[in-house]
């Protein structure tokens, strides 16, 4: 058994970031833990005089009524490529963000496809978090089905990516009935359903809080080929009110096609990586080797006694490789350590392999 310190520690799963324009100071995240605390930071209606038709205020309260118990918010100075460019960037340094929203991301429909790529690069380049978009407000069915395609992503981008539609009518913060985007109430649905049911869980079949309606109802016909190209629908169903009924990134592989899936690897992964920073200041060695493999075991085999991971047993659950097969001479000297991984999670696939690597003191 691994040293007591040397025990892996969850990490989060559900911190939102919402980057828009708004009036607070640009580029700079700010940490926010209750509704209350957004309104006394950002004052709502002063924000919405200034920024006409802004959805943030609607999003982050959408957040909250659903779930969401932690957010962090970044202005930008503008709705062009260029500000959300500089408004991501500072957003790199925070660590404890799990979800990425652009509330007004089609506010300027000419950069909102360059604006979403940004947003999915960012996520796919931190590994922790996930780009929740939505489409425009207007749009049918059978244009939203096109709209991933529009973003331009590549397969990674693409597998840290969700889209949702359509939007949403609220009773409105100012006491106005309002259409709004859905992704700050879907991220309050993913946060509630990680703390109920686990972030190993589909974030589908989920009730949205603080809306009345759907702007843009939706039949059997409408979902099926929005499902298949990605895009994520929101339903009201009969005697079961409004429903997320989606739960898929845009990815076309078969291994990062759920979001389920994607936000566990991203939990395992940052869990990992986060709890064996210490091996930094080890030489690589198969003691070390053997105390990583021991810590990774014991937190993968309480990730399956959770229903996180498939399996009778633990070894057909996961396997966890860090020896001299994976950490030969050459890796050593290069001051490198690495775990290689691979994971069953709860669907119908085979294994999911992913690394962690650790740079350590033995560098020559």
């Not at 932690?70 to 062009?80: E, F, I, P, S």
């Not at 993913?190 to 079949?205: H, S, T, Y």
């Not at 009201?236 to 759920?258: C, E, I, M, Q």
């Amino acid at each position: 058994m691994a040293d007591a310190g040397w025990m892996i520690t969850d990490v989060g799963t559900s911190t939102a970031a919402f980057v828009a324009p708004s009036a607070g100071d640009t580029a700079q995240p700010r940490r926010v833990g209750s509704w209350g605390e957004f309104t006394e930071l950002y004052a709502p209606q002063k924000q919405r005089a200034e920024h006409a038709g802004a959805n943030l205020a609607e999003a982050v309260h959408g957040y909250f009524a659903n779930g969401g118990s932690t957010c962090y918010v970044v202005g930008t100075a503008g709705d062009d490529l260029k500000a959300y460019t500089v408004a991501l960037a500072a957003l790199e340094a925070v660590w404890d963000v799990h979800i990425v929203v652009l509330p007004d991301l089609w506010r300027s429909e000419a950069d909102a496809p360059a604006i979403a790529k940004a947003a999915a690069g960012h996520c796919a380049q931190a590994k922790n978090r996930m780009a929740l978009l939505h489409t425009g407000q207007d749009v049918s069915a059978s244009d939203a089905v096109k709209v991933p395609a529009l973003f331009g992503l590549d397969e990674d981008e693409a597998a840290f990516t969700t889209v949702y539609y359509p939007w949403l009518k609220v009773p409105g913060i100012g006491g106005a009935e309002r259409v709004v985007p859905p992704s700050g109430h879907v991220a309050g649905a993913w946060a509630r359903n990680d703390a109920e049911r686990g972030v190993f869980k589909a974030p589908a079949n989920q009730g949205i809080r603080g809306a009345v309606d759907i702007a843009m109802p939706l039949t059997d016909a409408d979902n099926a080929p929005l499902n298949e190209a990605g895009v994520n629908c929101l339903r009201v169903l009969p005697g079961r009110g409004l429903l997320v009924w989606g739960a898929r990134t845009l990815s076309v592989s078969r291994d990062w096609r759920y979001v389920h899936v994607r936000r566990l690897l991203n939990f395992l992964s940052e869990s990992i990586r986060t709890s064996t920073t210490w091996a930094a200041f080890e030489p690589n060695d198969a003691t070390v080797q053997t105390s990583l493999r021991s810590s990774i075991t014991s937190f993968l085999t309480d990730q399956w006694r959770q229903g996180a991971l498939l399996g009778r047993t633990p070894n057909e659950a996961f396997y966890v490789i860090c020896d001299q097969t994976n950490n030969p001479p050459e890796s050593i000297k290069a001051g490198k350590i690495v775990m290689g991984i691979g994971v069953a999670p709860v669907r119908p696939a085979e294994f999911v392999h992913f690394t962690v690597a650790q740079t350590t003191g033995s560098a020559q």
